[in-house]
């Protein structure tokens, strides 16, 4: 276990240098060359009327921090509590940590273009933000998918859950995710630099999506689009699928038992990763179904808010809501019992924990 602790640490370190070097050589590569042509994009926002601009600040300000204090105190209270260095709880932490990475792609910009006035964002800026974007909403969905196969094992085959959810594969699950999440984001940045740009360069959004920026570009974009729809079905539908048999086989389970007491104890273990996942591919179809249905691009950019802001802010109350232990865990840690310095040794706390488990 200790190697493995070790070979992970490795893994991440290699993982992340690999991400800083080929973001640098793209930032290097967009600085020396199309940066000349495309000097700043301009972000439209979601209204242009000066009289909603200090609504619109102070709405996404609040959703902002309330997204950041929730997902913060869920990583705190999992850290804090020994009974919850689980692997349910250890990918619930991962994932919180996941959505404050994810609103912080997008927010802080927007928030900052509201309160100069100033629409502008540089061309590598943009590529930039698209980049860590596709980075973050592909780890939430594998995250979902991970969390959904946990669920999986922990009630169709219980009496192996702890041989097989054990610390290396929660870990190597992370590490995968981190993975495929950095070579989509890659492909598609990489792939966006080629481009050529006419002279609008307005997008009707309040951060940089790939989509609206495609349709800024006065070159091909056929080859670009086929790989937008070739990946997004890949990675939606495939972990979707995952998702859907995972639960098929849950639900299958849980009707077997015979006391009902028993059924809606399984059930609940599952209620809040349930209501996660509707929400968060309920509101990317939606997103979708406005797109097929060639919706104005700003009613689209309205639509983008549940998925990006609204889905990251309502999973810290989901699970707290309905998850008894996190509320018994949030109470101790409001009420002062959690000790930073602790938190500060959490990667060898938890691991200690598995090995104890195992």
Known sequence: MKDFCQTSDVCVSVLLSLTSLLSSRLINNMESGNQTSVPEFLLLGLSE???????????????????????????L?????????????????????????????????????IQTENKAITYTGCLTQVYFFMVFICMDNLLLTVMAYDRYVAICHPLYYTVI???????????????????????HTLMAFHLSFCTDLKIPHFFCELAEILKLACSDTLINNILVYLVT??????????????YTQIVSSILRIPSTGGKYKAFSTCGSHLSVV????????????????????????VASVMYTVVTS???????????????GALRKLISGTFSFSWFCHLPWVWASRMTQRE
């Open 49 to 75: 009327d000066p009289e909603l601009q200090p609504l619109l600040f102070g709405l996404f300000l609040t959703m902002y921090l309330v997204t950041v204090l929730g997902n913060l105190l869920i990583i």
């Open 77 to 113: 209270a999992v850290s804090s509590a020994s009974h919850l260095h689980t692997p349910m709880y250890f990918f619930l932490s991962q994932l919180s940590l996941v959505d404050i990475s994810f609103t912080s792609t997008i927010v802080p910009k927007m928030l900052v273009n």
């Open 165 to 187: 959810m054990n610390l290396p594969l929660c870990g190597l699950l992370i590490l995968l995710s981190l993975f495929i999440g950095i070579m989509n984001a890659l492909l």
């Open 233 to 246: 079905s890949l990675l939606g539908v495939g972990p979707l699928s995952g998702i859907i048999f995972s």
């Open 278 to 301: 509707s929400l968060f591919y309920g509101t990317c179809v939606g997103v979708y179904l406005s797109s097929a249905a060639n919706f104005s691009s700003r009613r689209r950019a």
């Open 313 to 327: 802010m309502m999973n810290p109350f989901i699970y707290s809501l309905r998850n008894r232990d996190i509320k």
